[in-house]
């Protein structure tokens, strides 16, 4: 399962960081990204399921259930309802927005480090290539 994780985490990590570059650079496929973004939640959320029943340290499945709840909520938001909160920001539902998708990508970073050391400084590449995207999206104005 933690190989699992590691795999889902970098993915979402390298799927974010292409889907901020891609709201600069070729926004017609921000979709595609942010759409697998999503869907690792699905793996994610199985590997929390095992972990919680499984007795683990709430850091194994805590943030995999907050990912889960960015991922309902972004559904609901960007797809469902196509509502519009990032630009102008309408900032109740951004900083949620923000806090369950960044909040659980600390938490499970933190427990790879936890379980494996070579796998977190993969995880800490993916999450900073993941955060340079945003700042680069953010600095043209597609944040």
């Known amino acids: 399962m933690d190989l ?11 799927s974010a960081a292409l889907m901020f570059i891609s709201r600069v650079n070729f926004p017609l496929q921000e979709n595609v990204f942010g ?7 699905i793996p994610i ?3 929390g399921i095992f972990n919680k029943l ?4 709430f850091l194994s499945w805590l943030p995999s259930f907050i990912f889960t709840a960015w991922a309902v909520l972004s ?3 960007d797809y469902i309802l196509k509502t519009e ?11 949620v927005f923000l806090i369950l998708f960044y909040v659980p990508i600390a938490g499970l970073g933190i427990y790879i480090f936890k379980i494996n050391k070579p796998f ?19 600095i043209n104005g597609k944040g």
């Open 85 to 95: 909160f990032r630009n102008p920001p309408n900032f109740p539902v951004l900083i």
């Open 54 to 57: 499984s007795g683990n340290h």
């Open 45 to 47: 959320t199985v590997v």
């Open 4 to 14: 699992l994780l590691f795999i889902s985490l970098n993915t979402l990590n390298i």
């Open 35 to 41: 759409i697998t973004a999503m869907i690792t939640a």
């Open 120 to 138: 977190w400084y993969v995880t800490v590449i993916t999450t900073a290539l993941h955060l340079g995207a945003t700042v680069y999206a953010h």
């Open 75 to 77: 559904l609901f938001l």
